[in-house]
């Protein structure tokens, strides 16, 4: 990791699970592109691999993410054409290899979620957010365009509330996410650790990490293509599928006890 965003990102291995926290609360975790490079990188390895199943980013203290820091908002002012170009790359690098990485990632978001923070933390497979969380993507607000995260909320969020999200912004508090899809589940802040550990623990006890692997994949290809592309892609995953050893231990498994495999053990 370059060093100064390595300050301000922690990695912890607890077995399966590997916590990642962005860890510069007194900027509300603000997004700078060292930041951004450092969680691309991580999510770029093949965790599964490393014997990783699943990946838990938070954020230190009061806000999970504030978005692009007001350093870095501020040298847009100047910035060449190619420079704008490197910098949307940067991100869309960023939400593409947390969109890729296949062991399951969640999102548990405390506080304030703004702009790129909130593209980051949706483009987990799940969000559990603390009561107090509230999300926003501001970026019509400043004259920007909400652009990479258009690509991917669609497969979270029905059309009006998208555009609601998008083009009449205001904080979205927990309760109003869990009712339009927004975040998957919503605990007590105190709780959002543990709780989400817990629940990445019961995802990975009862379905394969391979399978939860091809499925992610299969979900990104079928996005957007003609219903023929779609059906001979997702017959040929489901042949695929059948070849594995751990479709191989799930049906022999069945069969003989009439139970699924506990596939964390």
């Known amino acids: 990791m370059s060093s100064g965003a ?19 609360p007194a900027r509300a975790n603000a997004l700078s592109p ?7 990188r991580l999510y770029r390895r093949d965790l599964r691999a490393e014997g990783v199943r699943a990946v838990l980013l938070a954020g230190a203290g009061k806000h999970f993410c504030a978005g692009a820091d007001l350093e870095h908002l501020a040298s847009l002012q100047s910035a060449s054409a190619e420079e704008n170009r490197r910098d949307s790359q940067r991100l869309r690098a960023l939400f593409e290899a947390v969109l890729r990485q296949e062991a399951l990632t969640l999102a548990l978001v405390q506080g304030s979620c703004v702009a790129g923070g909130c593209g980051l933390a949706t483009a987990c497979d799940f969000v559990m957010a603390g009561d107090d969380a509230r999300f926003l993507y501001s970026e019509v607000r400043i004259g ?4 990479l995260v258009a690509t991917y909320l669609p497969l979270r969020l029905r059309g009006s509330d998208l555009r609601e999200l998008l083009l009449a912004p205001d904080f979205v508090p927990a309760a109003r996410a869990l009712e339009i899809g927004l975040v998957n589940r919503v605990v007590p802040r105190a709780d959002l ?19 939860i692997a091809r499925t992610k994949r299969l979900l990104l290809e079928l996005a957007g293509r003609p ?6 892609r997702a017959a040929a995953a489901n042949a695929d599928a059948r070849a594995t050893a751990d479709c191989r231990r799930g049906i022999a498994t069945f069969l003989a006890t009439k139970a699924p495999p506990r596939w964390r053990e």
């Open 144 to 147: 920007f365009v909400a652009a």
């Open 34 to 40: 060292a930041l951004a490079s450092d969680l691309t």
């Open 6 to 24: 390595a300050l301000r990102l922690r990695v912890e291995r607890r077995d399966d699970l590997l916590f990642v926290t962005l860890d510069d």
């Open 193 to 211: 650790e543990a709780a989400g550990a817990r629940w990445a623990g019961e995802i990975l006890a009862g379905a394969s990490s391979e399978s």
């Open 227 to 232: 219903l023929e592309e779609r059906l001979d």
